[in-house]
């Protein structure tokens, strides 16, 4: 018996011996056929990288996370090699790569264990399924989105309104942040399940204010288990799940009330979005899921851009002042604003994309190989060759630091110039570089679905805002450092951790 044991063990190791030597073959031969070299690897000083990770903790702790890779990339190039937890990785900051990620090679790719990681505050939804889910999460939201939805700006009226109310109201100096937040999720609501939240007024306040809170507990720890890969379930426990039980009894709260026989009574013959998804997702944890997945991006990642924007423009008062000019110009105190009138105002769109450019709402993303396959360049001395990434393998890829490459944006590519718009770039001067440098909201199928009713939400902000307090500048004593230096606060998206400190100024 003990022979048999043994022979069988033998004849295991024999034949895991073999496949791995048949591997290495192959992968051998794929690498010497396609000219793939090994790019730039990141040198660890510890075993299985575990300084890698040190180092990632640290510097979001200090909140400079961005400021970390872009460290990184700018030491070693463009695209990077690296040993983490023990795990073969990579990352890349070149337009080539991210076109064969997100576009040319977009089967070779999924988003690895995103799914698993989100679980437990986003479920199942559209930024979490792969496949056949994600493709039909997205043709459910797609008509939502046609801009003949939102054309006239009403949606943005009221809770806009309700803003300016507050602000009058208030304290001559004020953070703008806090309430970016809560009017993006008024929109939302409002936009896609027929009622706003309410969250800018007295009565529905503190629902709101424990839902924000408990979203930005449940996002700091879903970003901590994303940076430990396989290990993410070490990242976990009582605070991070009442907070995902909080989001998920606000969400449910949405359900019940605008699904009831009421409300369906009072928009009867009203497209609503909730009342298709809710058709299509009977189960009601599945149409949970899909809500808060909603829910995140119609918030978060417009009130960060709306809280970079006044961010920028009270620390660049002449760029502040052309922007004015160009709104009293078009609309003078005229609120008739339209989205057709918004994308008129070239400086206006440009002010938001150089905005977008140095602060992308979410400014690392991830995609893991499903099977063995190629990067086009990144390897070698010249850091030209292809290189191979086998399957399993993970690449990051950082927007935030691409956006800002002196040899696509010139050597002021970190200073806040709106201008830069108008004149011919160097990232002009290659086509695929031309598509594929500017990606503040992704590209390829996964492409984001909202990204024109999102620049439309925080134009016509701006517009009104600036209307209404058209002497608004920086408070004394509030910091003006360099442009990529602040601190930035690191979850699914990008924020200013000290806030959008401001002071009002009344026509």
């Given at each position: 018996?003990?022979?048999?044991?043994?022979?069988?063990?033998?004849?295991?190791?024999?034949?895991?011996?073999?496949?791995?030597?048949?591997?290495?073959?192959?992968?051998?031969?794929?690498?010497?056929?396609?000219?793939?070299?090994?790019?730039?690897?990141?040198?660890?000083?510890?075993?299985?990288?575990?300084?890698?990770?040190?180092?990632?903790?640290?510097?979001?702790?200090?909140?400079?996370?961005?400021?970390?890779?872009?460290?990184?990339?700018?030491?070693?190039?463009?695209?990077?090699?690296?040993?983490?937890?023990?795990?073969q990785a990579f990352?890349?900051?070149?337009?080539?790569?991210?076109?064969?990620?997100?576009?040319?090679?977009?089967?070779?790719?999924?988003?690895?264990?995103?799914?698993?990681?989100?679980?437990?505050?986003?479920?199942?939804?559209?930024?979490?399924?792969?496949?056949?889910?994600?493709?039909?999460?997205?043709?459910?939201?797609?008509?939502?989105?046609t801009h003949r939805?939102?054309?006239?700006?009403?949606?943005?009226?009221?809770?806009?309104?309700?803003?300016?109310?507050?602000?009058?109201?208030?304290?001559?100096?004020?953070?703008?942040?806090?309430?970016?937040?809560?009017?993006?999720?008024?929109?939302?609501?409002?936009?896609?399940?027929?009622?706003?939240?309410?969250?800018?007024?007295?009565?529905?306040?503190?629902?709101?204010?424990d839902f924000a809170?408990?979203?930005?507990?449940?996002?700091?720890?879903?970003?901590?288990?994303?940076?430990?890969?396989?290990?993410?379930?070490?990242?976990?426990?009582?605070?991070?799940?009442?907070?995902?039980?909080?989001?998920?009894?606000?969400?449910?709260?949405?359900?019940?009330?605008?699904?009831?026989?009421?409300?369906?009574?009072?928009?009867?013959?009203?497209?609503?979005?909730?009342?298709?998804?809710?058709?299509?997702?009977?189960?009601?944890?599945?149409?949970?899921?899909?809500?808060?997945?909603?829910?995140?991006?119609?918030?978060?990642?417009?009130?960060?851009?709306?809280?970079?924007?006044?961010?920028?423009?009270?620390?660049?008062?002449?760029?502040?002042?052309?922007?004015?000019?160009?709104?009293?110009?078009?609309?003078?105190?005229?609120?008739?604003?339209?989205?057709?009138?918004?994308?008129?105002?070239?400086?206006?769109?440009?002010?938001?994309?150089?905005?977008?450019?140095?602060?992308?709402?979410?400014?690392?993303?991830?995609?893991?190989?499903?099977?063995?396959?190629?990067?086009?360049?990144?390897?070698?001395?010249?850091?030209?060759?292809?290189?191979?990434?086998?399957?399993?393998?993970?690449?990051?890829?950082?927007?935030?630091?691409?956006?800002?490459?002196?040899?696509?944006?010139?050597?002021?590519?970190?200073?806040?110039?709106?201008?830069?718009?108008?004149?011919?770039?160097?990232?002009?001067?290659?086509?695929?570089?031309?598509?594929?440098?500017?990606?503040?909201?992704?590209?390829?199928?996964?492409?984001?679905?909202?990204?024109?009713?999102?620049?439309?939400?925080?134009?016509?902000?701006?517009?009104?805002?600036?209307?209404?307090?058209?002497?608004?500048?920086?408070?004394?004593?509030?910091?003006?450092?360099?442009?990529?230096?602040?601190?930035?606060?690191?979850?699914?998206?990008?924020?200013?951790?000290?806030?959008?400190?401001?002071?009002?100024?009344?026509?």
């Amino acid at each position: 018996m003990s022979f048999q044991i043994l022979f069988l063990v033998g004849g295991l190791i024999i034949v895991v011996y073999v496949r791995s030597w048949q591997r290495e073959r192959a992968l051998k031969e794929i690498t010497t056929k396609s000219g793939c070299k090994s790019p730039p690897r990141l040198i660890n000083q510890r075993p299985w990288g575990v300084d890698r990770l040190e180092q990632i903790f640290r510097a979001d702790a200090e909140s400079r996370l961005m400021e970390l890779f872009l460290f990184h990339f700018r030491l070693w190039g463009t695209t990077l090699e690296q040993k983490f937890l023990g795990t073969q990785a990579f990352g890349t900051i070149e337009p080539r790569n991210l076109e064969a990620i997100l576009s040319s090679k977009f089967d070779d790719w999924n988003l690895g264990l995103r799914s698993e990681v989100m679980a437990p505050l986003f479920g199942q939804g559209i930024f979490t399924e792969d496949g056949s889910a994600w493709k039909t999460s997205r043709e459910l939201l797609r008509p939502q989105f046609t801009h003949r939805q939102y054309e006239d700006c009403e949606v943005f009226r009221e809770s806009t309104d309700t803003l300016l109310t507050i602000l009058e109201a208030g304290p001559s100096i004020v953070d703008l942040h806090p309430h970016f937040f809560a009017l993006t999720l008024d929109v939302t609501t409002a936009f896609l399940f027929g009622e706003s939240v309410g969250s800018l007024t007295d009565s529905a306040a503190k629902d709101a204010a424990d839902f924000a809170s408990a979203f930005n507990v449940a996002q700091d720890y879903v970003a901590k288990r994303m940076r430990l890969q396989d290990l993410y379930w070490l990242i976990g426990g009582k605070k991070f799940r009442n907070a995902c039980n909080t989001v998920h009894s606000f969400a449910d709260a949405i359900i019940d009330r605008n699904l009831s026989a009421n409300r369906k009574e009072e928009r009867a013959g009203k497209y609503v979005f909730l009342d298709s998804l809710a058709k299509a997702c009977p189960d009601r944890r599945v149409l949970r899921s899909q809500i808060i997945n909603i829910l995140v991006a119609g918030r978060d990642t417009t009130a960060c851009l709306i809280s970079w924007t006044f961010f920028m423009l009270v620390r660049h008062p002449k760029v502040l002042d052309n922007l004015k000019r160009e709104i009293d110009d078009a609309f003078g105190n005229d609120t008739g604003i339209s989205r057709t009138r918004l994308k008129d105002m070239p400086y206006l769109q440009n002010v938001l994309k150089e905005v977008l450019r140095l602060y992308p709402s979410v400014p690392v993303n991830t995609r893991t190989a499903v099977r063995d396959t190629i990067l086009p360049v990144g390897g070698g001395p010249d850091l030209q060759s292809p290189v191979f990434v086998p399957k399993g393998a993970a690449v990051a890829y950082s927007v935030y630091t691409m956006h800002r490459r002196p040899d696509f944006y010139g050597m002021d590519a970190e200073l806040f110039r709106p201008e830069r718009w108008e004149e011919k770039m160097p990232l002009e001067e290659d086509s695929i570089n031309a598509r594929w440098g500017y990606l503040p909201f992704n590209g390829g199928p996964r492409i984001c679905l909202g990204m024109d009713f999102g620049m439309t939400e925080a134009a016509y902000v701006l517009v009104r805002l600036l209307q209404r307090f058209p002497n608004m500048s920086l408070p004394s004593g509030e910091k003006v450092e360099l442009v990529g230096v602040e601190k930035q606060t690191m979850t699914l998206v990008m924020s200013s951790t000290e806030g959008c400190r401001v002071a009002l100024g009344v026509a």
